[in-house]
C-alpha cells in the first residue's frame, strides 16, 4: 500500500500569514493527490484534487501543487475561517490512502 | 442539492454483523462511483471501499477485506456495507462519499457520518 506522510501534524499560525502543509507518497502517484479541510464534528470538505486543481467555490487563496512523490497545499494569507485539519488522499492505486493530517492552530 | 444519508450504524458486540445504508439524491446516481470512509474518534481518515458506478469493479482496505461488502441498487440510488466478523477496532463514523465526477478518485460530496461502536 502507498504510504502518505503529512508533514507538520501541527502548525500554529496567524491571521494573514502564509502557510504551507507538504504530503510525501511512498511512491510515485502521477498528479493523483486530493486535499480536504476538515472541521470538528463535520464532514471533511475537498480543496484541491489532481494535485493542484482548485475545487469549485473554494477560495482561491487555496493551492496546492506537486507531482510524482511530492506535494504541497499553500493557504496564501490566513483566515479565521482556515483554522481545521487538512488532509491528503492519494488515488493513483487501490487502497486510496490519507495521510494523517495536519491540525492548523491559531498562534 | 446533493445529498448523501448513511443510515444503520449503532452499537454491536464483536463477531456480529452490521448492514450500512447509504441513500443518495440531487445528482446522476447511475453514473457516479462512490466510497466509504471511516474515522476512528480523535484519529484521521481511513479509506474503506469503492464500488464503480455500475458495480462492476470493487475495491477494500486490507483491514476490511473478506469481512466488509460492498454493492449498490441503481433503481434505488443506494449503496450498501455490509461488515461482517466485526471487531473494536472498526468503531468509527461511517462516511458514504461521491467520487467527483470527471476525476479518478477525488472525493467531493460527503455525508454526515453514521457511527458504529463495536463493544461488548
Known amino acids: 500500500d502507498i504510504q502518505m506522510t503529512q508533514s507538520p501534524s501541527t502548525l500554529s499560525a496567524s491571521v494573514g500569514d502564509r502557510v504551507t502543509i507538504t504530503c510525501r507518497a511512498s511512491?510515485?502517484?502521477?498528479?493523483?493527490l486530493a486535499w480536504y479541510q476538515q472541521k470538528p464534528g463535520k464532514a471533511p470538505k475537498l480543496l484541491i484534487y489532481k494535485a493542484s486543481s482548485l475545487e469549485t467555490a473554494v477560495p482561491s487563496r487555496f493551492s496546492g501543487s506537486g507531482s510524482g512523490t511530492e506535494f504541497t497545499l499553500t493557504i496564501s494569507s490566513l483566515q479565521p475561517d482556515d483554522f481545521a485539519t487538512y488532509f491528503c488522499q492519494q488515488y493513483n492505486t487501490f487502497p486510496n490512502t490519507f495521510g494523517q493530517g495536519t491540525k492548523l492552530e491559531i498562534k | 442539492q446533493v445529498q448523501l444519508a448513511e443510515s444503520g450504524g449503532g452499537v454491536v458486540q464483536p463477531g456480529r454483523s452490521l448492514r450500512l445504508s447509504c441513500a443518495a439524491s440531487?445528482?446522476?446516481?447511475?453514473?457516479?462511483?462512490i466510497h466509504w470512509v471511516r474515522q476512528a474518534p480523535g484519529k484521521g481518515l481511513e479509506w474503506v471501499a469503492v464500488i464503480w458506478y455500475d458495480g462492476s469493479q470493487k475495491h477494500y482496505a486490507d483491514s476490511v477485506k473478506g469481512r466488509f461488502t460492498i454493492s449498490r441498487d441503481n433503481s434505488r440510488n443506494t449503496v450498501l456495507l455490509q461488515m461482517n466478523s466485526l471487531r473494536a477496532e472498526d468503531t468509527a463514523v461511517y462516511y458514504c462519499?461521491?467520487?467527483?465526477?470527471?476525476?479518478?478518485?477525488?472525493?467531493?460530496?460527503w455525508g454526515q457520518g453514521t457511527l458504529v461502536a463495536v463493544s461488548s
Open positions: 440531487g445528482f446522476t446516481f447511475s453514473i457516479s462511483g
Open positions: 511512491q510515485t502517484i502521477s498528479s493523483w
Open positions: 462519499v461521491r467520487q467527483r465526477r470527471r476525476d479518478s478518485g477525488s472525493l467531493d460530496y
